[in-house]
């Protein structure tokens, strides 16, 4: 799918970008950071002397908020809309980049009335609402470290996330709106902070559902009595380029989350550069919509931070894709006229299942840009999205990244890439990826799903600089593979095709993709031996058409639990969604005699992935016992 000469025309990248990225790196990045408001120079562009602990915009100082907000008021833009609020039970509020000023330089104030300091961390645990945004920028204002913490984990979840940042506050809501009806959310924070010391000092509460809740008095404050009554001025600092912006917990291989950690000047330039290019962002004309939760880093990434500093009028929507029915984002995007649609191939499938007369009856031809993001998109629902929501000719840019990442790292640039159905390209202008084999040889380019190792083989702004309270954990997962040559390991398979463009295969660790979510399969399994009746788990990833990939378990019970079939089934998969989060639930749980292991003892979950899916197991000569398997399949069927 070539570009249309009319969008070529007008892009907002051009092609001489790979060559001037490619000629002089730094130079290149040094031209995306002047894109920011610096208030003092840097003098070096990249520090990357001690590997893999990189400074990016060295002595440079400035501030995220004031780069948000700040500066669109001064040039006089104060009266554009920054966000057009739609909470879930049909309410509406446009908010400018004067008020959205206002309320954070609020919040900043009472803060640090609250003596809040820089470097203290703040836990944010709130639906998608106006106020949402606005903490994680009064946070940044100040220079406060923020850990958002999707509204959808559990207490047990937040309360480990908690402890390891060490926040000092927790910014909630009373409630949530899903599917027409308030579910508590604060006392979830109540549960999280029941019992066992902790360093929370404060919580903030924003009321959105209106339900009663407990309350502690001194501790628990409401956000209408505080923040709102606060003076409206606030004189924002600056910050070193490498002073921590935020801690956001992702899936790893083993069951504790990693708090990826980011900073400041690297982060910014990278995300509004992305931002700009990759979406083709022009701040006069444009009603962009990304569908994200600021649970994750689409949200903070292209949600708060690159979009704001590039003064973008955007849709924030609080609720569900089928509430009050399945025509809510058409409708949405029909109402404010969207002209870019950012959102991921879990959606894009089940938009499929829905049909196409759905998105048929609305008028669409506000889009003129679609994007995809979070795990591999099929080429089916690729031309399903650009027949359908595109016209048959809006480009789709299928943008690869990570938490880790920051930002969007491999992209094709609207109105120059010819698209492909399923491939992701070419790494962006600044960017360098390879694909290698284990060894770190370059894998030749190959049509057959052929799998190579994806390594990021120089570093970038918005690379993490660290996990949070683990260094070794940081050196471990990311850069121990590939140690010799000094590449960045980004867990995924990956291929170069015949042409030269780069396909993702997915992971290839154990970390699990369940509608763009990521889960590790140790998570699950220690939530399912957290059960009395689970001796030993097993977990693994199936495909599924929807989802992408579903959770399948096998379990072992311990001798004096009886097998009740689904009773207990039910009550695992209760197990786990209440420990994690409903996005973790199973779709199906196995109750088996015995599990397949290595004579060493290692689960062969490759074997258990080709029971999941209906496969005749692969290479069974290393099985300790291989009638095993005999005995799972009778036993799953
Ligand atoms: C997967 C989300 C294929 C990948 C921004 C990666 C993708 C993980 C794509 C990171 C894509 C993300 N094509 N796979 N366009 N985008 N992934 O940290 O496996 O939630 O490693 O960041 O999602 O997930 P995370």
Redesign the pocket.
């Known amino acids: 799918f070539p570009p249309s000469a009319e969008f070529a025309a007008a892009a907002n990248a051009d092609a001489s970008l790979y060559q001037r990225a490619a000629q002089d790196r730094e130079a290149f990045w040094a031209e995306q950071a002047a894109r920011l408001h610096w208030h003092h120079p840097f003098h070096q562009v990249l520090d990357w002397s001690q590997p893999p602990i990189a400074k990016w915009f060295v002595g440079g100082t400035l501030n995220i908020a004031y780069n948000c907000l700040d500066r669109h008021v001064l040039d006089g833009h104060g009266d554009q809309i920054a966000i057009h609020f739609e909470g879930e039970p049909g309410d509406t509020r446009a908010i400018t980049y004067r008020q959205l000023l206002t309320e954070t330089s609020q919040a900043a104030n009472y803060l640090t009335e609250l003596g809040l300091q820089p470097g203290d961390r703040v836990a944010i645990y709130m639906p998608m609402i106006p106020e949402a945004v606005i903490a994680m920028l009064a946070c940044a204002r100040l220079g406060l470290t923020h850990s958002v913490v999707f509204a959808g984990f559990s207490p047990t979840a937040l309360r480990q996330r908690i402890d390891d940042a060490g926040a000092r506050l927790v910014i909630t809501t009373d409630g949530q709106w899903r599917r027409g009806k308030p579910h508590p959310l604060k006392t979830a924070v109540d549960e999280a902070l029941h019992h066992t010391p902790h360093t929370v000092e404060h919580v903030l509460v924003v009321r959105r559902t209106g339900t009663d809740i407990p309350w502690t008095p001194h501790r628990d404050l409401w956000w209408h009595d505080t923040i709102t009554h606060a003076p409206t001025h606030h004189q924002p600092q600056p910050f070193d380029a490498e002073h921590p912006l935020f801690i956001l917990y ?1 899936s790893g291989t083993t069951g504790k989350p990693k708090g990826i950690l980011h900073t400041t000047g690297g982060y910014l330039t990278q995300t509004a550069y992305t931002h700009h290019t990759v979406f083709d962002h022009k701040p006069d004309h444009d009603i962009y919509w990304c569908t994200a939760d600021i649970g ?3 949200g903070h990434s292209y949600i708060v931070y690159g979009p704001l500093a590039n003064r973008t009028t955007q849709i924030l929507y609080e609720g569900t894709p089928n509430h009050p029915d399945e025509h809510r984002h058409w409708q949405i995007i029909e109402k404010y006229g969207v002209t870019i649609y950012y959102t991921a191939p879990t959606l894009i499938r089940t938009f499929m299942k829905w049909g196409k007369h759905i998105p048929a009856a609305h008028n669409l031809t506000s889009i003129r840009l679609l994007g ?6 099929n080429p089916e629902a690729w031309r399903w999205y650009h027949e359908n929501i595109g016209a048959n000719k809006t480009p789709i840019v ?6 880790e990442t920051g930002a969007i790292m491999i992209s094709p640039l609207p109105g120059i890439t010819t698209t492909k159905p399923g491939a ?1 390209m070419t790494p962006l202008p600044g960017i360098s990826a390879q694909i290698v084999d284990e060894q770190g040889n370059p894998t030749p380019p190959t049509n057959t799903d052929t799998t190579g190792y994806l390594v990021l083989d120089q570093p970038w702004p918005a690379m993490l600089r660290g996990i949070w309270n683990d260094p070794q954990r940081y050196q471990d997962t990311y850069w121990h593979q590939y140690r010799e040559h000094g590449w960045y390991f ?3 398979g990956a291929k170069l095709d015949t042409d030269g463009d780069l396909w ?1 295969l ?2 290839i660790d154990d970390v699990m ?1 369940i509608s763009g979510h ?1 889960i590790s399969t140790a998570e699950v399994e220690s939530a399912l031996v957290g059960h009395h009746g689970v001796a030993e788990a097993a977990v693994v990833a199936a495909h599924d058409t929807t989802t992408g990939q579903a959770i399948v378990a096998f379990v072992i019970l311990t001798t004096d639990t009886p097998n009740t079939g689904d009773t207990l089934t039910n009550e695992l998969k209760t197990q786990v969604a209440t420990h994690i989060s409903p996005i973790a639930r199973p779709r199906e749980i196995h109750i088996v005699p015995e599990l397949p292991k290595t004579r060493s003892g290692k689960i062969m979950r490759r074997l258990l992935r080709d029971i999941a899916e209906g496969r005749q197991p692969g290479d069974t000569s290393t099985l300790l016992d291989p009638t095993i398997l005999t005995t799972i399949h009778t036993n799953k069927t």
């Open positions: 992702t994750w880093i689409t995809s993001v979070g795990e591999p998109i299928d943008t690869w990244w990570q938490t992701a980004a867990g995924d993702i997915g992971r993709n990521r």
